[in-house]
């Protein structure tokens, strides 16, 4: 059965700190990753798709970025965080496009 | 106008009752729908998915698909304290790359 990873589960960070996330997924190969972000009270809003290594779509401009170094890796980043940044961030996995994603446990990040 | 929208609720059943929840959207050529449910502080659980048009049962959930009435909803019957959790409609329209379109979600609180 596959299964995604995600840590760290929290994070404090204070404005302008570099940030690293990560994803991994077992159990399945080449699949579609996403990262989400979910503000308080608010809907999930995706910020980066991949459909395999080195291969990153981004939706919204912002100051984050997203890599695929491995198959079933997937990364976001920042280099300085803005207090916008905070939210409950959120992997997703597929098999492909019109398939149903599976969610990760998400970080939980508040910049301070 | 939002591409998926949903009553933010908070809905509220006695245990043992149906639980209806509705999710309509604009691009009527979105092939893909979901149900996901989160409960507070976790990240979406896929509940269901529908494809074609009509009911899909699984369980106590039902999924309902209306694609010329662009009307997708989910029954939950014999409503259990358990279901209480917010649940998040998603689409994926036919042409947008990878993009999930998420609804803001429906609360529902059942009342033992």
């Known amino acids: 059965s596959q299964t995604i990873h995600q840590w760290p589960a929290t994070l404090v960070q204070p404005v302008g700190s570099p940030l690293s996330l990560e994803c991994t997924v077992e159990?399945?190969?080449?699949?579609?990753l996403y990262w989400y972000r979910q503000a308080a009270g608010r809907g999930l809003q995706l910020l980066f798709y991949?459909?395999?290594?080195?291969?990153i779509s981004s939706e919204v401009p912002q100051n984050l970025s997203a890599s695929r170094p491995q198959d079933r890796q997937f990364i976001l980043s920042s280099k300085k965080l803005l207090l916008s940044d905070s939210g409950f961030y959120l992997c997703?996995?597929?098999?492909?496009?019109?398939?149903?994603?599976?969610f990760g446990p998400g970080t939980r990040l508040t910049v301070t | 106008q939002k591409e998926v929208e949903q009553n933010s609720g908070p809905l509220s059943v006695p245990e043992g009752a149906i639980a209806s929840l509705n999710c309509t959207y604009s691009d009527r050529g979105s092939q893909s729908f979901f149900w996901y449910r989160q409960y507070s502080g976790k990240s979406p659980e896929l509940i269901m998915f529908i494809y074609s048009n009509g009911d899909k049962e699984d369980g106590r959930f039902t999924a309902q698909l209306n694609k010329a009435s662009q009307y997708v909803s989910l029954l939950i019957r014999d409503s259990q304290p358990s279901d209480s959790a917010t649940y998040l409609c998603a689409v994926m329209p036919q042409n947008t790359g990878n993009q999930f379109y998420f609804g803001t979600g429906t609360s529902l609180t059942v009342i033992p």
């Open positions: 159990g399945t190969s080449n699949p579609n």
């Open positions: 997703a996995w597929s098999v492909d496009r019109d398939y149903e994603q599976y």
């Open positions: 991949s459909v395999g290594i080195g291969q």
